[in-house]
């Protein structure tokens, strides 16, 4: 069993950029591959990114690619999500998820994830 709790979420103005991190505790993050979804509301759960579980390989959705970065630091027991260049539509709240079962890729769908965090706000204003 591991916890997981998002930090980082906030208001910030379309343009600017925010760091989401994502601790654990209860075991260490290193044996999960490790994702980020968001869910806007009255819409679905929908995929932002995800990294393999020694962070050589990555995933975006498309809306994301080349805004969105995501990193991990086993080390740390820690993932992060940076994000730039924001736009009002990415406003959200972000839950970061763990993978044991997809351990060795990047898995986009939520049924692949077997942990998830509670979440955090992120507004962007235009």
């Known amino acids: 069993q591991v916890q997981l709790v998002e930090s980082g979420g906030g208001l910030v103005q379309a343009g600017g950029s925010l760091r989401l991190s994502c601790g654990a505790s209860?075991?260490?993050?290193?044996?999960?591959?490790m994702g980020w979804f968001r869910q806007a509301p009255e819409k679905e759960r929908e995929f932002v990114a995800a990294?393999?579980?020694?962070?050589?390989?990555?995933n975006y959705t498309d809306s994301v690619k080349g805004r969105f970065t995501i990193s991990r630091d086993n080390s740390k027991n820690t993932v992060y999500l940076q994000m730039n260049s924001l736009k009002p539509e990415d406003t959200a709240v972000y839950y970061c998820?763990?993978?044991?079962?997809?351990?060795?890729?990047?898995?986009?769908?939520?049924?692949?994830?077997?942990?998830w965090g509670q979440g955090t706000q992120v507004t962007v204003s235009s």
């Open positions: 990294i393999s579980r020694t962070g050589g390989n990555t």
């Open positions: 998820a763990a993978s044991r079962t997809k351990f060795w890729g990047t898995p986009r769908i939520p049924v692949d994830y077997d942990y």
């Open positions: 209860g075991r260490t993050l290193s044996v999960y591959a």
